[in-house]
C-alpha cells in the first residue's frame, strides 16, 4: 500500500489525476518522466477504478485540513492498494483565483532499493561464475561492469570483455550479467556494476567480492590394512580423507562397487564400511576410493574369514585348558577347607584310658555328675577285659 501525499494553500478540493499507460511517459535528459498536457490520457483518479494492466487499484483519495509551516493547509492523500504500473500522478488544486499543479512519478519495482548486485553461484576453480547487476529501468540507465584496482578505488585494472557482458530487459528492471569463465586464482578480486542515476544524474556504485577456492586434490588420512575376523563377527573399515571440495567415497569389493544392503552399512559423511554378522563370502579385497573434481586416490585391505571349522580347531584346545585350571582350583579349594574344620593336636584326644581326678572340695557324687561321660569311649565290653592288665591313669590338673 502506497500513499501519496500533497498539499495546498488554496483552500479549495484538490483533485488527482494519472497518467499510467506507458506509451505516453516520456523520459527526459534530467530523468524526469512528464505526461503530455493535452494528452487525452490523462484521467481522474477515483476510487471505483481496479487493479488492471493499465492502472492500479485505488483504496481511498481523501482530503483533510492541516496546519503546516504555521498555515492552514489541504492536504489531498491518495492511498495505492495495489501497484501494477509505473506513472505520474498529478494534484490539481485550484480556486475561483486560479489552480496549481504538483506531479509524483510513481514507480514499481523488482528490485530492493531499486539497484542491487548478487552472487548466486560459489567461485571456483575452473568453474564458471555469473555476477548480476540488476537496476529499476524507470530511475537507472547504462548499467556497467568493472573489475577494481586493489590500489586505486577508483581506477580499474582490467574491464571485462564486452562479450562477457550481457543486458537483459524485463518488466520493471533491467540487468546486467558478467559472465567469468574457467575461473583462476587470478579471478579473485572486487568487481564493480556501475549505474547513472535518472533523477539526479549521478553514478552510483555496487561492489562485490569474489574469493575463488582452490580446488585440491583428493588424500586418505589413513590407509587401510588387511584382518583376519571369526564367522559371525563384526568389522569395521575406515577411510577418512581430505580435499577441496571434499572427495567422495566409494568403496568395492574385488574390483565390484559395494552399496547398502543386508549387514553392510557405509556411511558417506566419514568414508566408514561396516560389515555385520560377517561370512566367508564377506571374504576378498576391499578398496575405498576418493574422488573430487581434482582426481581420486584409493587404498585397499584383504579381509580374511575364519570358517566354523577353523574356529573349532583353535577353541577345543582353549576350552581344554580352561576345565584342567579350573578343575584344579576346585580341587586346591576343596583341600583348603577342610584343613581349617579339622581340629588342632591340643585338643586331640589320646588313644588310651584316661581318669580325671579332681582334688578340690566338695562331695564326690556332685564331682560325678560334672564328669562328661561317654559309654563309647570309657566303656569296654566284657570280653575285652582280662585279669591282670594294668589300666594307666593320667591325672589332669
Known sequence: MTETTSASSIDEQSQHYIALQR??????????????ASSPLWRPVTESLPAMSTHNHILSVTH?????????????VLTVAEAFVSGVYRCVA????????????????????????????????????????????????????QRVNNTQEDVQSRSPAPSSQQLTSGEFSNSLVLLLSNLTARDSGTYRCSARHLVTGQETHLDTQVVVTILEPPSLLNNLTDCTVNVSS??????????????????????????????????????????????????????????????????????????????????IPTLTCTCVVATLLWLLLTLFIRKLRQPSNSNAKPEYLSIILDTGEGPTEEQCERLQYDPNQWEFPPERLELGTSLSIKKIH
Do not use: M
Open 23 to 36: 506509451a505516453t511517459i516520456v523520459t527526459l535528459q534530467n530523468g524526469g518522466c512528464v505526461c503530455p
Open 64 to 76: 483533510r485540513q492541516e496546519v503546516l509551516q504555521g498555515k492552514k493547509k489541504t492536504v489531498g
Open 94 to 145: 485550484s480556486n475561483p483565483v486560479g489552480k496549481d499543479q504538483l506531479d509524483i512519478h510513481f514507480y514499481i519495482t523488482d528490485v530492493p532499493e531499486g539497484f542491487s548486485v548478487n552472487q548466486p553461484e560459489e567461485p571456483r576453480e575452473g568453474g564458471h561464475l555469473h555476477l548480476t547487476c540488476v537496476a529499476n529501468k524507470y530511475l537507472y540507465t547504462a548499467l556497467s561492469w
Open 234 to 315: 563384526s568389522v569395521t573399515l575406515s577411510c577418512p580423507s581430505q580435499g577441496i571440495p571434499p572427495p567422495t567415497v566409494t568403496w568395492y569389493k574385488d574390483e565390484r562397487a559395494l552399496s547398502q544392503g543386508s549387514g553392510i552399512i557405509i556411511s558417506p559423511e566419514d568414508g566408514t564400511l561396516h560389515i555385520d554378522r560377517i561370512t566367508v563370502e564377506d571374504r576378498g579385497l576391499y578398496t575405498c576410493q576418493a574422488t573430487n573434481e581434482r582426481g581420486s586416490v584409493e587404498s585397499s585391505a584383504y579381509i580374511w574369514v575364519n570358517s566354523a571349522s577353523e574356529v573349532s580347531f583353535f577353541e
